[in-house]
């Protein structure tokens, strides 16, 4: 029973990777730009992004495995469990998160910067003149790829040699939980070290990405129908077309017989007009692809759906927001909780020993642990947020240094350098997930899932405690217990193990880590207010690439509008009630 349990927990991880894959797959087709695909930048960046998400991933995979060892309702150990077993899948855990983690950092640091520069290195002309060949290429890729290769040298001698702990004369180091946590094996803190810098680099990229894309997407959803549909847009701009050429038709024939030719203010007013013109023709041609015309029968169904579905994601939208609030307020609550009652604050990075403020969503995993793989979903669908979060933050703040914006990502406009810089982004920002998953919003979850043991005091020496008859003695793990039977039961995850090491051995960064999850809260705040009461503005793309134009409607004013154009896209018709509007009205609009 006990194997079948096993398998079972890896089966559904697997297909979890597989749905993964699927996902990194439709993220790069939906962004990647479709005239300068790249097959290598392409196949790179599924791979990489797989890889990260599969790392987050694994935590309900390891809380449900040292769950399973333990019975929840009797505080015990199960029969099977015993510590050669419990060892032994500590020990796989280890393995497959050391790979994988491992291969995050390879691929963050070596395989996507040396992806960039080969893609930089091909010369089409040369090519086709055979002056270029793959040798080449991949030497002229590698040859500045060497320059990473040597910073990850650097990272691992650097941990292998940097002092841990030197302050290890406190009374928390005297608990069996922290004397674990203090690394002696110089692999382990090298690769320990190599992984809090990178965590930390992600934290300060998530703070200000993820906080802004969490506190966006829920608006953006909501104001995914668009307060004009394509059927009107299209009538509008036609009628807005036929009206400025008729104007630049009455201009050129008024003065056609003038010597001097058109009058300075007459000649100002026609450039203005030849102008407005090109936009019209482009906005013209945007709301025609966005209503279907000369589009396939497939294409034209798959508009209608969406549009149908535009409701949907408006009642999606504001149960993000709960979801989003709750996830803030998680969060909020665990930060006072560590800031107030961690045992040794600063000096281990604010690692907590017993929970002592309530935390929602904590509750909602510990309590869903119990019966897998729900947890696994609600996990999931969490980590997913997250990760579209990610990727609405970077696409609305764009890959900047400092005030300069070097790539901008949008969805089928990113380039392939682009493309591979969001990856390294996202992977650094998965790094910092871990931690604020782990150690922010379901904290006990994470540690030890459902797993309780047995207060009640032994009638003889060696037994396992018995609170058959006394359920109130039946209390959940915790990190700090003074209880000796809690040894012998608990048993806490491994990311929960490592990311605790990375914190006590290197309290530098789980200081930064901690203080910088309450940056991310305030980011959060300020942007989803700004984001409530800012007037919305319409697609600026599918509109006018080059103009601003502001809607009159807020937030909520707009809603029954929205859905009259959501309405007049299904049905393809306009609306005969809609009058047809001149630019000045745009530029109200």
Known sequence: MALIQVALIWVVYGVV?????????????????????????????????????????????????????????????????????????????????????????????????????????????????????????????????????LLVVILFLVGFFVPVARDRSGAHYNLDFFRNLLTENHGERSLTFSLGLLMTIGTLIYVLYTAAGLALLPVALIKSAPAISAPTLTATTASELERNRERQRQLEGRNSGSEGGLPAKDRRELDALVREERTLVRRERLAAEASGEHSSFLMKTWMKTEALFRPIKLIGGLLLIFVAILIWVSMLLTGIDKAKNSICK?????????????????????????????????????????????????????????????????????????????????????????????????????????????????????????????????????????????????????????????????????????????????????????????????????????AEEDEEEGLLASTGRRFGATWQDITGRASKRTPARGHGDDEDE
């Not at 097959?39 to 987050?56: C, E, G, P, Q, R």
């Not at 333990?70 to 029969?79: A, Y």
């Not at 419990?86 to 291969?103: C, E, G, P, R």
Request: charged share 15%.
């Open 346 to 546: 600063s000096r281990c990075g604010y690692v907590l020993g017993h929970i002592q403020i309530f935390n929602p969503m904590n509750w909602i995993f510990v309590n869903s642990a119990k019966v897998f793989p729900v947890d696994y979903v609600l996990f999931l669908l969490l980590v997913l947020l997250f990760f579209a979060s990610s990727v609405v933050g970077i696409a609305t703040v764009g890959i900047r240094f400092l005030w300069l914006k070097l790539f901008t990502i949008r969805k089928g406009h990113t380039s392939p350098q682009a493309l591979i810089m969001a990856t390294v982004m996202l992977i650094l920002i998965a790094l910092a997930i871990n931690y604020s998953m782990a150690m922010m919003v379901a904290p006990q979850y994470s540690h030890y899932g459902p797993q309780t043991f047995c207060d009640h005091p032994l009638r003889h020496p060696g037994e396992q405690p018995n609170c058959t008859d006394h359920p109130n003695h039946i209390i959940p793990c915790s990190e700090v217990t003074d209880n000796p039977a809690a040894k012998n039961v608990c048993t806490p995850s491994v990311i929960s193990t490592f990311l605790d090491r990375v914190t006590v051995n290197f309290s530098f960064f789980g200081v930064v880590d901690f203080w910088a999850q309450f940056v991310f809260l305030a980011v959060f705040l300020i942007v989803f207010i700004t984001s409530l009461f800012r007037t919305p503005k319409l697609d600026e793309y599918q509109l006018d690439q080059d």
């Open 17 to 149: 990777v597989a749905l993964l894959a699927l996902v990194a797959a439709i993220f790069v087709y939906v962004y990647q730009s479709p005239r300068e695909r790249s097959a290598t930048v392409t196949i790179v960046s599924i791979f990489a992004i797989t890889a990260l998400l599969a790392t987050v991933l694994l935590l309900p995979v390891d809380v449900a495995l040292v769950s399973s060892t333990t019975s929840s309702k009797l505080g015990q150990r199960k029969e099977w469990a015993t510590q050669q077993k419990v060892d032994d899948i500590l020990l796989t855990l280890k393995i497959v998160y050391y790979t994988l983690f491992s291969l995050d950092s390879l691929l963050c640091l070596v395989v996507l910067p040396f992806t960039y520069f080969w893609y930089e290195e091909y010369d089409e002309v040369a090519t086709e003149e055979g002056t270029q060949t793959l040798g080449k290429r991949f030497w002229g890729a590698f040859k500045y790829t060497i320059a990473f290769i």
